[in-house]
């Protein structure tokens, strides 16, 4: 099986997301929620898919803005059921809206998304391992399994595994991290 640092390399749509986005960490409240709901998205389809269907999300849910998307109502829900450029699925639609809504939760508990992730990355003085995150992410999100968590948690760089440890970009990383 082939790892993504194999396939990712010059392809037009994983390239440029495996170069310069997985991985890396994000601290800004719209770059995590995009992450997570594309994550969600993702869910039964390819990575591919989604990614090339980045900007019809970006458009539909009004630039990952949580507060907006938070209040979204009838009106809302309805015009993304008819929205070609996403994914169409009711269940994945109302989690958007859900998650949105817990993340302004998380800004008067913990200050933030960022910050109740980096309150949650160290358990019993060890890093939280991939288990303990999606028990914690299925009681705090909705649409939250195993795949999903794993994931969005490895694009940011709280879980390892990313990339191969000999790939240009995990070396980039690891340089940046040292700094």
């Known amino acids: 099986m082939s790892a993504y640092c194999d396939i990712a390399p010059g392809h037009p749509v994983h390239g440029p997301y495996h170069a310069t986005e997985y991985g890396f960490p994000q601290r800004d409240e719209s770059v995590l929620f995009e992450r997570l709901l594309l994550e969600i998205n993702q869910a039964g389809l390819s990575w591919e898919t989604i990614l090339r269907k980045r900007e019809g999300f970006r458009a539909a849910y009004d630039g990952f803005d949580v507060d907006t998307v938070a209040a979204y109502g009838e009106a809302e829900r309805a015009r993304l059921m008819h929205d070609a450029g996403i994914i169409r699925n009711r269940l994945k639609i109302e989690a958007a809206i859900h998650n949105a809504q817990v993340i302004q939760g998380l800004r008067a508990s913990h200050g933030g998304f960022a910050q109740w992730l980096d309150a949650h990355a160290v358990?019993?003085?060890?890093?939280?391992?991939?288990?303990?995150?999606?028990?914690?992410f299925k009681k705090t999100f909705r649409f939250t399994g195993g795949e999903i968590t794993g994931e969005f948690l490895m694009s940011l760089g709280y879980l390892p595994g990313a990339h191969r440890p000999d790939c240009p970009v995990a070396i980039l990383l690891r340089d940046r991290a040292a700094r």
């Not at 358990?123 to 914690?136: F, N, S």
């Open 123 to 136: 358990e019993d003085g060890a890093p939280r391992d991939k288990a303990a995150w999606v028990k914690l």
